[in-house]
C-alpha cells in the first residue's frame, strides 16, 4: 500500500460481517450493516503533545480494533475501500 499516515491517523480495512444470524436466516447485502470491525494497515508516527513530545500510538500493524459504524473517512486507494481515523476513534483491540 502507498499510503502513510500522518501522526495519530491509522489506515483500517473494514472485515467483512457475518451474512447470516445465529438462527440461520441470510442477511441480504442491503440489509446488512456496517462492520464495526477492521484490520489496521498502516499507522502514523504518534500523537503529537502540547509540550512538543510524540507519543506512540498503542494500535500496531495487523491488529483487530473495534470502531464506531461512521467513525473515519472511507477513501479509494488502489481500487480497495479502507477507512482512515484517528487513534482515539478505536473502541478497543480485539485480542487473538
Given at each position: 500500500?502507498?499510503?502513510?499516515?500522518?501522526?495519530?491517523?491509522?489506515?483500517?480495512?473494514?472485515?467483512?460481517?457475518?451474512?447470516?444470524?445465529?438462527?440461520?436466516?441470510?442477511?441480504?447485502?442491503?440489509?446488512?450493516?456496517?462492520?464495526?470491525?477492521g484490520e489496521?494497515?498502516?499507522?502514523?508516527?504518534?500523537?503529537?503533545?502540547?509540550?512538543?513530545?510524540?507519543?506512540?500510538?498503542?494500535?500496531?500493524?495487523?491488529?483487530?480494533?473495534?470502531?464506531?459504524?461512521?467513525?473515519?473517512?472511507?477513501?479509494?486507494?488502489?481500487?480497495?475501500?479502507?477507512?482512515?481515523?484517528?487513534?482515539?476513534?478505536?473502541?478497543?483491540?480485539?485480542?487473538?
Amino acid at each position: 500500500m502507498n499510503l502513510r499516515p500522518l501522526y495519530d491517523r491509522i489506515i483500517v480495512k473494514r472485515l467483512d460481517q457475518e451474512t447470516k444470524t445465529a438462527s440461520g436466516i441470510v442477511l441480504p447485502d442491503a440489509a446488512a450493516e456496517k462492520p464495526d470491525q477492521g484490520e489496521v494497515l498502516a499507522v502514523g508516527n504518534g500523537k503529537m503533545l502540547e509540550d512538543g513530545q510524540v507519543r506512540p500510538l498503542e494500535v500496531k500493524v495487523g491488529d483487530r480494533v473495534l470502531f464506531g459504524k461512521y467513525s473515519g473517512q472511507a477513501v479509494k486507494v488502489d481500487g480497495n475501500e479502507v477507512l482512515v481515523m484517528r487513534e482515539e476513534d478505536v473502541f478497543a483491540i480485539v485480542q487473538k
